[in-house]
């Protein structure tokens, strides 16, 4: 029997339909619901413990995002070919959509909650990331989970002057702006993507529309919810417990001291210490036998005193936590070449913000394998991001890469990539590695910066240098007072309304991630922010030139060399040998790498040496490889076997010809080896190829001078 479910549809700008359904599989979940768009389906599901987790003050809320191999007729990569860990573009997916819906569960909400999106079905010319935020709102919205939805999610690109919602694979590769958006029927929640230096109009224009074809997808997700929603009511649950006296007491008893700190500029820790310090009297004013029950609501009131002191010193006397002026940026300070033995190496400093950026120069065997359902390949361009527990003065184990550190490194590549050399100009596989040693706002845009100075300083010849800045926001909806903050801090990002890191050249932005914790961002704030924003990129960018002004001439003596060789096809198999014989000898005897990479009717040699002499000796030898021999032409080459009738010749590599013993002098000779040993290098000259068979033939007299005949 087919189940049949409840379902609805809506149609993207180009006509594309998009399908919604629920109630036919993974009915036990408290909402699932799958998302259909041309032979491309994603299930979401949502589960939420009824009860909330003890002493949690927080949304326990994990997302997954997986793609099932199968969806795409493909079997995993791996030796246990099954759907392990997830793989970086999943992380980020799931990332994408939880930094959509987080902001939209009750801010007393503390129960377990889990987010599960599956790739089921999928088309390779259909990205499925751009439907997952769709999935999974969907699914949250039809469940009697408590959630300010719907939100929805769309890819906008800027394709030949024009916006396109969700572009096919093929389509994208031209476009200029590539954006994730996600928003609300009112407001926009999230934004992240890359732009071949776009300007900010374009970027706000694509907003815009990107918001438009959202609010269509919200509409609908309200239909489905509707067709379900008498079997499906919101459920109670119990939220933050509160004691208005034992607030008001925290609030007299501690106002006055935050006020203080807040008002006097200071350092990152100096700060927290004197926070830390005026909760810590407030907890000894408690008797000791209720301190353990009332710790977590007088931390909470504390936080929330804190956040509406630190906000309003802001608006009202219009400076900051350190003392800045609100588009002031911290004193930066940069150094290249920091490390002697690196490819590449930088440092950047910005305020109590640090990078050390490495740049290694790798061949096309170190290229890293994209293995995904979806999207597979080799990337020659990595970006890694860490960020050890000391950058921020903490102790915390080392549990391998967190998913913020993924994140922070994919925005930080998206901003380096759109100014890398093509690959006739770059022939190395790059890896940027950026560790992190202070961290006190935005170490991703101090990635940005370190990297293009480590890549200048390794002599990768990027179109242009690019940094990146942090931009905030604070808001006060009562007095329709804001403040823009350039370059801010880890406290005024926490305290603040937006998080908007964008990076970009002198001519315009390459990448952007913004995430919004308010209502009703308007367009005007959003302009002046990104106005404030360039002029904050200009300045840094003023600063960086300071070390370095543009890419070194040459690499630094100890980066291998690449030259490169166009060959035929037809010449690849000679020039690997029998079981790769040819190619090991030349590796072995020049101490070099040979790479060979098919690509259409050519063969691209990658020939990577330390010094000219290697160069010179292997493509002297792919040469002999791939030359024909012609009639007529004068030869060298040594003596490679001896007959009774002649003698072998290697007058290119890989290719003999026969030296017949008549042809070896004008006078007789009854023996080779009288004339001619193994190893022997002998000049000869090639008088005919058999048609048939295309066996050589050679003469060694006719080079040599005909002797006068005997009267």
């Not at 009511?233 to 807040?262: C, F, M, N, S, W």
């Not at 070390?547 to 690449?562: G, L, N, T």
């Not at 000219?612 to 004068?634: L, N, Y």
Request: a negative charge.
């Amino acid at each position: 029997m087919n189940k049949s479910g409840i379902g609805v549809s809506f149609h993207l700008p180009d006509g594309r339909e998009v399908v919604l359904e629920t109630g036919k599989l993974a009915k036990q979940a408290d909402g699932s619901v799958v998302v259909k768009m041309g032979d491309t389906m994603l299930l979401a599901t949502v589960v939420s413990r009824k009860e909330p987790s003890e002493n949690v003050d927080f949304l326990p809320l994990t997302v997954e995002y997986q793609e099932k191999y199968a969806a795409t007729g493909r079997f995993p990569g791996g030796f246990f070919k099954r759907e392990a860990r997830p793989s970086e573009y999943e992380i980020l997916i799931a990332r994408l959509v939880d930094r959509a819906i987080r902001p939209l569960f009750p801010d007393d909400y503390h129960c377990d909650t889990q987010v599960l999106i599956y790739l089921i079905s999928g088309d390779k010319n259909t990205l499925p990331d751009a439907l997952a935020a769709l999935a999974a709102s969907s699914a949250l919205s039809i469940s009697d989970i408590p959630f300010h939805g719907p939100i929805s999610e769309v890819r906008v690109a800027y394709i030949n002057n024009e916006f396109v919602i969700n572009p096919s694979t093929a389509d994208l590769v031209q476009a200029e702006l590539d954006i994730m958006v996600a928003a609300s029927m009112d407001n926009i929640v999230m934004v992240e993507g890359s732009m071949k230096e776009v300007p900010e109009e374009v970027l706000v224009e694509a907003l815009r529309f990107g918001h438009e074809a959202i609010k269509i997808q919200c509409q609908a997700q309200m239909e489905l919810a509707s067709k379900v929603e008498t079997s499906m009511p919101k459920r109670t649950y119990t939220g933050d417990v509160d004691d208005p006296v034992l607030q008001e007491q925290v609030d007299k008893a501690t106002r006055p001291g935050i006020t203080e700190v807040a008002s006097k500029p200071t350092g990152k820790n100096e700060r927290n210490d004197a926070f830390d310090a005026i909760l810590n009297d407030y907890m000894e004013t408690i008797p000791e036998e209720d301190r353990e029950e009332k710790t977590m609501l007088v931390e909470r009131y504390f936080h929330d005193i804190q956040k509406e002191v630190v906000r309003k010193v802001i608006l009202e006397e219009r400076r900051r936590l350190d003392g800045r002026k609100l588009d002031e940026i911290r004193p930066i300070w940069c150094e290249v070449d920091y490390l002697p033995a690196a490819h590449g190496s930088a440092i950047f400093t910005r305020g109590e913000t640090q990078s050390l950026t490495t740049v290694t120069l790798g061949t096309k065997l170190d290229e890293q394998i994209v293995d995904g359902a979806v999207i597979e390949g080799k990337s020659n361009f990595i970006l890694h991001y860490n960020f050890p527990p000391f950058s921020t003065g903490e102790v915390k184990p080392i549990r391998g890469t967190g998913r913020r550190e993924i994140g922070h490194g994919n925005l930080a590549l998206r901003a380096l990539r759109q100014v890398m050399p093509p690959v006739e100009e770059n022939p190395y596989t790059v890896r940027i590695v950026s560790d992190i040693l202070e961290s006190n706002g935005s170490s991703s845009m101090a990635t940005v910066c370190a990297g293009t100075l480590a890549l200048m300083d390794a002599g990768v010849k990027i179109k242009k240098p690019v940094s990146g800045i942090a931009m905030g926001l604070i808001t006060d909806a009562s007095t329709r007072k804001y403040a823009i903050l350039s370059d801010i801090l880890g406290d005024e990002d926490h305290l603040g309304d937006m998080d908007f890191k964008i990076t970009g050249t002198r001519d315009g932005i390459t990448a952007c991630q913004m995430d919004i914790k308010m209502e009703g961002l308007s367009y005007e704030i959003l302009k002046e922010a990104l106005e404030q924003a360039r002029r904050g990129r200009l300045h840094i960018l003023d600063i960086m030139e300071q070390s370095i002004q543009a890419p070194r001439e040459d690499y630094k003596p100890h980066v291998p060399r690449i030259i490169k060789m166009t060959v035929p096809r037809e010449f690849i198999g000679a020039i690997i040998g029998p079981g790769g014989k040819n190619i090991q000898e030349m590796q072995r005897t020049t101490n070099s790498t040979i790479v060979i990479e098919e690509v259409g009717e050519f063969g691209i040699v990658d020939i990577i040496a330390t010094d000219q002499e290697s160069f010179d000796e292997v493509r002297k030898r792919i040469k002999g490889i791939i030359a024909v021999p012609e009639v007529g032409e004068t030869y060298t080459g040594p003596v490679k076997n001896i007959t009774n009738f002649g003698a072998f010749i290697e007058i290119l590599p890989g290719k003999e010809g026969l030296l017949h013993i008549s042809e070896i002098d004008w006078k007789h000779i009854r023996s080779v080896d009288q004339v001619l040993k193994l190893g022997d290098e002998v000049t000869v000259k090639l008088i005919d190829v058999d048609s048939k068979t295309g066996k050589l033939k050679l003469s060694r007299k006719a080079l040599l001078p005909k002797p006068p005949k005997n009267d």
